[in-house]
T-cell receptor
C-alpha cells in the first residue's frame, strides 16, 4: 500500500530561521508525492509535488522539498520562516486502482508554529 | 478561474437523518474526489468520480454515497447519520491527466 508518515506532530521555529517538516514514504514503484497546507477553518492548499525529474522541487510561498530515494523521504523546507507560515502541513502520496481512478493518502499532519 | 466551491459550508443534523453535500469543481476539471477529515482519523479518502462514473472508493460504509453530474458537479450523501460522521468534508477536483488535486473550503458537518 502507498503510504506516508509524518513523524512530528508539531514543529516550532523562530521567525527568520529555516524550517523543515519531515515526511517519509512507503510505496511500490515510483512515488507521486505532494505537500499541502491547511489554515484554520480552510481547505487544503497545494504547495508542491514530486512526480519525476529534479530531486529538489520548488513550490508556492517560497517552500521547497527534497526527494531522497535512498532515505525514502520528502521533507518540506523553507530558508526563512514567517509567522504567517504557521499552519497544518500534510504530506500525501497518490495511489491508483485498476479502474485508473486515483486518490491521495495523507499523513496525519504536522502543526507548524512560527514565533516572532 | 474560480476555485472549487462547496455548499453548504456548515451543517447541523441529528442522528438518523441524512445529508447531501454539493461540490462544484474548477471549470474544465472532470475528476472530483471527496475526503473526510476528523481529528482522530485525519484525512481519509471517500470516493472519486470521473465522467459521472465512480472510479475509486475508500473504505467507508455504504451509508456514504456520491454521484457526479454531466457538468462535473458532484454530490455526496450520508444516510442514517451517526455522531461519528461529524467531520469536515472536503472536495477536490483535477484535470483528467493531471496529478494535482485542488481542494475546496469544505463543509463542516456536526451531528447531534
Amino acid at each position: 500500500a502507498q503510504s506516508v508518515a509524518q513523524p512530528e506532530d508539531q514543529v516550532n521555529v523562530a521567525e527568520g530561521n529555516p524550517l523543515t517538516v519531515k515526511c517519509t514514504y512507503s510505496v511500490s514503484g515510483n512515488p507521486y508525492l505532494f505537500w499541502y497546507v491547511q489554515y484554520p477553518n480552510r481547505g487544503l492548499q497545494f504547495l508542491l509535488k514530486y512526480i519525476t525529474g529534479d530531486n529538489l522541487v520548488k513550490g508556492s510561498y517560497g517552500f521547497e522539498a527534497e526527494f531522497n530515494k535512498s532515505q525514502t523521504s520528502f521533507h518540506l523546507k523553507k530558508p526563512s520562516a514567517l509567522v504567517s507560515d504557521s499552519a497544518l502541513y500534510f504530506c500525501a502520496v497518490r495511489f491508483s486502482n485498476s479502474n485508473s481512478g486515483y486518490a491521495l493518502n495523507f499523513g496525519k499532519g504536522t502543526s507548524l508554529l512560527v514565533t516572532p | 478561474k474560480a476555485g472549487v466551491t462547496q455548499t453548504p459550508r456548515y451543517l447541523i443534523k441529528t442522528r438518523g437523518q441524512q445529508v447531501t453535500l454539493s461540490c462544484s469543481p474548477i471549470s474544465g476539471h472532470r475528476s472530483v474526489s471527496w475526503y473526510q477529515q476528523t481529528p482522530g482519523q485525519g484525512l481519509q479518502f471517500l470516493f472519486e468520480y470521473f465522467s459521472e462514473t465512480q472510479r475509486n472508493k475508500g473504505n467507508f460504509p455504504g451509508r456514504f454515497s456520491g454521484r457526479q453530474f454531466s457538468n462535473s458537479r458532484s454530490e455526496m450523501n450520508v444516510s442514517t447519520l451517526e455522531l461519528g460522521d461529524s467531520a469536515l468534508y472536503l472536495c477536490a477536483s483535477s484535470l483528467p491527466v493531471q496529478e494535482t488535486q485542488y481542494f475546496g473550503p469544505g463543509t463542516r458537518l456536526l451531528v447531534l
